[in-house]
């Protein structure tokens, strides 16, 4: 069974970090493009970043450049979000997702596997 795990989502100030991540079973993250996308409140799901297969492209929102990073851990079949200076309205739910066309890197939704999800919440 195909299966995206996310964790590490939390309540943290305004200024602080968080580092988000991605585990799977049932296929090899090496060989999918992985997306991470948010969605706030009220708000249409937004991508934040995405790595592709064998993690030659990277791409950043322009809201997160700068403070967040993407990165793969081969050996765990993870994939991380590392997120510094945090800011309130980077408050949503966050989902990680896999297997984009040709592998490619792509903020838009066009993965066939997600996660469920995981709170993080910028509030002092």
């Known amino acids: 069974q195909l299966q995206l795990v996310e964790s590490g989502g939390g309540l943290v100030q305004p200024g602080g970090s968080l580092r988000l991540s991605c585990a799977a079973s049932?296929?090899?993250?090496?060989?999918?493009?992985i997306g991470w996308f948010r969605q706030a409140p009220g708000k249409e799901r937004e991508g934040v970043s995405c790595i592709s297969r064998g993690g030659g492209g990277i791409n950043y929102a322009d809201s997160v450049k700068g403070r967040f990073t993407i990165s793969r851990d081969s050996a765990k079949n993870t994939v991380y979000l590392q997120m510094n200076s945090l800011k309130p309205e980077d408050t949503a739910v966050y989902y990680c997702?896999?297997?984009?066309?040709?592998?490619?890197?792509?903020?838009?939704?066009?993965?066939?596997?997600w996660g469920q999800g995981t709170q993080v919440t910028v509030s002092s």
């Open positions: 049932g296929f090899t993250l090496d060989y999918q493009a």
């Open positions: 997702a896999a297997g984009r066309r040709y592998g490619s890197c792509g903020l838009d939704p066009g993965y066939n596997y």
